[in-house]
């Protein structure tokens, strides 16, 4: 069992920043892909990053490429999302995923595990 305990959402005004982490405890595995995912008010859950455990590869959703950087610190097994050129279309609910594997995926329902959420709003 692995649990996730995402924190660092909150209000910014667009073109602000913020960091999201993603603290990863109990059972982690060597081969792991974590990923984040966000999700607004009727709206489906997305994709918006993922990374190899290894840091080997990295996926991005085009709507964040540029934007946003995904990376990990293993020794800490943390994840974070730095999100630079916040836009008001980035408010949502961002989540913390984790699955077994060496590639990135982009399907949310592949992934075993998720932390419960951080709220970020972007205002105009």
């Known amino acids: 069992q692995v649990q996730l305990v995402e924190s660092g959402g909150g209000l910014v005004q667009a073109g602000g920043s913020l960091r999201l982490s993603c603290a990863a405890s109990?059972?982690?595995?060597?081969?792991?892909?974590m990923g984040w995912f966000r999700q607004a008010p009727e709206k489906e859950r997305e994709f918006v990053a993922a990374?190899?455990?290894?840091?080997?590869?990295?996926n991005y959703a085009d709507s964040v490429k540029g934007r946003f950087t995904i990376s990990r610190d293993n020794a800490k097994n943390t994840v974070y999302l730095q999100m630079n050129s916040l836009k008001p279309e980035d408010t949502a609910v961002y989540y913390c995923?984790?699955?077994?594997?060496?590639?990135?995926?982009?399907?949310?329902?592949?992934?075993?595990?998720w932390g419960q959420g951080t709220q970020v709003t972007v205002s105009s």
């Open positions: 990374i190899t455990w290894n840091g080997g590869r990295i």
């Open positions: 995923a984790a699955m077994r594997g060496v590639v990135t995926v982009t399907t949310a329902d592949l992934y075993d595990y």
């Open positions: 109990g059972r982690t595995f060597s081969s792991t892909v």
